[in-house]
């Protein structure tokens, strides 16, 4: 069975740090690709950081670009989203998800999500 399970959420204060983790139980890591997605209360689901099967292609949104680092550990089947000096802005519920076989990570075609995590960033 193919499960994400996102761990490390928490609340912190604004400038703080926290460490996401996504575990991958039952993932043949190198068919997927995987992408953090962020939702915040009254507004949409969005794409926070994407990285290829390889590793070698990532994206970020510009929100985040220069704060958050997205990486992978496919020994540990573990994905990974560091992130630095947080804003109250990034306060969201953060998904793990998967998706097989591209290098890209569409929100509306991701095949596998996780149930979140709570981030709060306090001013």
């Known amino acids: 069975q193919l499960q994400l399970v996102e761990s490390g959420g928490g609340l912190v204060q604004s400038g703080g740090s926290l460490r996401l983790s996504c575990s991958a139980s039952g993932f043949t890591m190198d068919y997927y690709a995987f992408g953090w997605f962020r939702q915040a209360p009254g507004k949409e689901r969005e794409q926070v950081s994407c990285i290829s099967l390889s590793g070698g292609k990532i994206t970020y949104a510009d929100a985040v670009k220069g704060r958050f680092t997205i990486s992978r550990d496919d020994a540990s089947k573990t994905v990974y989203l560091q992130m630095n000096s947080l804003k109250p802005d990034d306060t969201a519920v953060y998904y793990c998800?998967?998706?097989?076989?591209?290098?890209?990570?569409?929100?509306?075609?991701?095949?596998?999500w996780g149930k979140g995590t709570l981030v709060t960033v306090s001013a």
């Open positions: 998800a998967a998706v097989a076989l591209i290098d890209v990570c569409p929100s509306h075609a991701m095949d596998y």
